[in-house]
């Protein structure tokens, strides 16, 4: 889709859902203004026009709030755009979780231990390193090779997005998917 089509489709009901959260029309006409300036902007970011409403009325709701910081930076938001945010959204890190047992269990056995006792067990690497007799740096070591390698069985089967917190926005299947690294559990 291009922008203007992106116009035509979503100007109307975004100046309505804009409307029903500021105090002014004129406001809400600039905001939307603002809106489309984004979409302009960053459409060519868009990775899955499937996501295409999603993203849009995301960057909407951004341009609200930041029209309320602007207006006043030490007054709250209203009540009914907190609620909104509220929306629950899919854990795409618990979704790709599943996919790790299956990945752990193909490391070769020091690392598959390790992994297993610190991330299933919860043991830190101080307790690992006393339960299987290494020193502290070799089972901090043991940790972190493990985690790599797995990074790479991960990486190998699936394309993974992440926000600069490090939070899973997006993933897809590689071509590669189905291919032993893979784990057949791993949602497409």
């Known amino acids: 889709m291009n922008t203007e089509q992106l116009w035509q489709q979503f100007h109307d009901p975004l100046v309505r859902f804009v409307n029903g959260r500021v105090p002014d029309p004129a406001i809400a ?10 979409i302009w902007k960053h459409l060519n970011t868009l990775k899955d026009q499937e996501k295409v409403h999603a993203w849009i009325y995301n960057i909407t709701r951004n341009a609200i709030h930041d029209y309320y910081r602007r207006r006043r930076p030490a ?15 899919p854990d795409l890190s618990k979704e790709l979780a599943a996919c790790l047992r299956p990945m752990i269990d193909q490391l070769p056995d020091k690392y598959r231990e390790a992994i297993h006792l610190t ?14 007799g ?3 740096s070799g089972a901090k070591s ?14 190998a089967c699936c394309h993974i997005e992440a926000d600069r917190y490090g939070n899973i926005i997006d993933y897809k299947q590689s071509e590669t998917a189905g291919q032993p690294s893979c784990g057949k559990s791993c949602p497409s």
């Open 29 to 38: 006409e600039d905001i939307v203004q603002d809106v489309f300036m984004k």
């Open 75 to 89: 007054e709250e938001l209203p009540l009914h755009l907190e609620a909104e945010e509220a929306i629950e959204e």
């Open 119 to 132: 991330e299933w067990h919860g043991l830190s690497q101080k307790e690992l390193s006393e339960k299987l």
């Open 134 to 136: 290494l020193s502290y």
């Open 142 to 155: 043991r940790v972190q090779r493990g985690r790599e390698k797995l990074k790479e069985l991960l990486d």
